[in-house]
């Protein structure tokens, strides 16, 4: 059964710093996906990752997949407050079964 | 706006109560899904449609009762629900089954 762990799953950082949020999953995928969501919206696609090694960025945000070690991070560059939000990493193992979200990471970013 | 609208925004219904939500995508999708996202439980698929055909039902409650009469719409037909169903109710839709999902913005379910 398809597993996939987000950590921290909380997450307080100051404006202008760096950080990373990780997702593990626990077993082969066929592709992987990031989302944001603000408090009382929805799900926002942000990234989708289809094969080992890609890195896509967008602004402040850049993600990567390391699909040998069933791993992707999403990275943060100098954050600024408009980045407050929960980021939740999706899997899917193949296109015919299900996909499964993370539980998610609370990022706030505090001036 | 995602393309992907849901009605309504907000519902308080009786465990007694029937009722719907209703989702609609005009995107050309071919995928419709409803996922219901609870505090503190991550995000749970309850069904999948392709092409207006149910593949998937994670053992969700005969209490919940989807329907698909085309690509471009999407019900979940609700009666006498439980307190522990209240949540927020995700539809989303994706050009085919598993490929990037768009959301709606969800409707939020308090059962009183």
């Known amino acids: 059964e398809l597993k996939v762990e987000q950590n921290p799953l909380f997450l307080s950082m100051q404006e202008g710093k760096n950080y990373t949020i990780y997702c593990n999953y626990s077993?082969?995928?066929?592709?992987l996906y990031w989302y944001r969501q603000d408090p009382g919206k929805s799900l926002e696609s942000l990234f989708v990752?289809?094969?080992?090694?890609a890195v896509k960025q967008e602004g402040r945000l850049m993600a990567s997949l390391d699909t040998k070690a069933r791993l992707s991070t999403l990275h943060i560059t100098a954050a600024v407050h408009d980045l407050s939000a929960t980021y939740f990493c999706?899997?899917?193992?193949?296109?015919?079964?299900?996909?499964?979200f993370g539980p998610g990471t609370s990022l706030s970013v505090i001036p | 706006e995602t393309g992907v609208t849901q009605t309504p925004r907000h519902l308080v219904m009786g465990m007694t109560n029937k009722k719907s939500l209703k989702c609609e995508q005009h995107?050309?999708?071919?995928?419709m899904y409803w996922y219901k996202q609870s505090a503190k439980k991550p995000l749970e698929l309850m069904f999948v449609?392709?092409?207006?055909?149910?593949?998937e039902n994670n053992s969700v409650p005969s209490r919940f009762s989807p329907e698909c009469p085309n690509s471009s719409h999407l019900f979940l037909h609700l009666h006498t629900l439980q307190p522990e169903d209240s949540a927020l109710y995700l539809c989303?839709?994706?050009?085919?089954?598993?490929?990037?999902?768009?959301f709606g913005q969800g409707t939020r379910l308090t059962v009183v």
């Open positions: 999706a899997v899917v193992k193949t296109s015919y079964d299900k996909v499964i």
């Open positions: 989303a839709s994706s050009t085919y089954r598993n490929t990037e999902a768009f």
């Open positions: 077993t082969t995928s066929d592709r």
């Open positions: 990752l289809l094969s080992n090694g």
């Open positions: 995107l050309g999708h071919n995928a």
């Open positions: 449609y392709n092409f207006k055909e149910q593949t």
